[in-house]
């Protein structure tokens, strides 16, 4: 196995899956591959695949009940391809657990960027979360005088370990909606624009003068729903997330 781990194409159309084989082999994955959705999900699994790349339109299953299967047991990195521009599709995919949607066809050189941007901002580990949140006698030790933790209303979000906590419980996040909400924390209550929290998900490769859609920008309020509703928050009396209408998203004052 290479540094980067296993990438597994799930392409039903040869000419793609070579191409995105390719792409991946060349970036340094070691790449493996399937045909069809159910073989697909068996090769992920089998592999312990880090990354996915995934058609919607496969032969057997779509590629929306194969992202529900790996998602039962894996939290690899995947990214969804398809012919298709339905915005519905975009916001299905990232719904069901998808962290980046790619529409055919498309640019070599964008989908090995988008597949480095996540691989350069690793998954929160939610396990180590789970069996790592310091009690009570932790706390009690002199205060570091660099503290990378961002604290707010009851919520702790840690850039290092990529961990978050509410009320000393961990929540489990995304890759995309522990980034927006590490956005939104040190903004410290500046306005972040819809556009702006685009390119916080797409990755330093999305330039400044990068084509931002409206879908892009959907694809930002699904994560905020997603954030939302992982949080617990009411969007009427937000404590992390305050919609600013018309424009995005703020952290409230403090309470």
Do not use: C
Request: no cysteine; hydrophobic share 40%; charged share 30%.
């Amino acid at each position: 196995m290479t540094d980067l781990g296993v990438a597994v194409v799930v392409e039903d159309d040869e000419d793609v899956r070579n191409l995105v084989e390719a792409v991946l082999s060349q970036a340094g994955f070691e790449v493996h591959s399937a045909a069809g959705g159910r073989e697909g999900v068996d090769v992920v699994r089998r592999e312990e695949a880090s990354v996915v790349t995934l058609d919607v339109g496969l032969p057997d299953i779509d590629g929306f009940e194969v992202l529900r299967q790996i998602r039962q047991f894996s939290d690899a990195y995947v990214v969804m391809l398809t012919a298709r521009t339905d915005e519905l599709d975009t916001l299905t995919a990232f719904h069901t657990g998808a962290d980046d949607f790619l529409a055919k066809p498309f640019r070599p050189r964008e989908l090995r960027a988008r597949v480095g941007a996540m691989m350069r901002r690793p998954r929160q580990d939610v396990h180590a979360a789970l069996t790592s949140t310091p009690g009570p006698e932790a706390t009690s030790g002199p205060a570091v005088s660099e503290d990378p933790v961002l604290r707010h209303s009851g919520l702790e979000l840690n850039p290092d370990t990529r961990s978050v906590t509410v009320g000393g419980m961990p929540i489990g996040l995304t890759r995309s909606e522990f980034d927006l909400l590490h956005a939104l924390l040190k903004g410290a209550g500046a306005v972040r624009s819809k556009t702006d929290l685009v390119r916080v998900v797409r990755g330093e490769h999305y330039r400044a003068d990068a084509y931002i859609s409206e879908s892009d920008e959907r694809a930002v309020e699904v994560h905020i729903g997603n954030l939302r509703r992982k949080l617990r928050e009411d969007p009427l009396q937000p404590r992390w997330l305050q919609t600013v209408r018309g424009v995005g998203y703020r952290l409230p004052a403090e309470r």
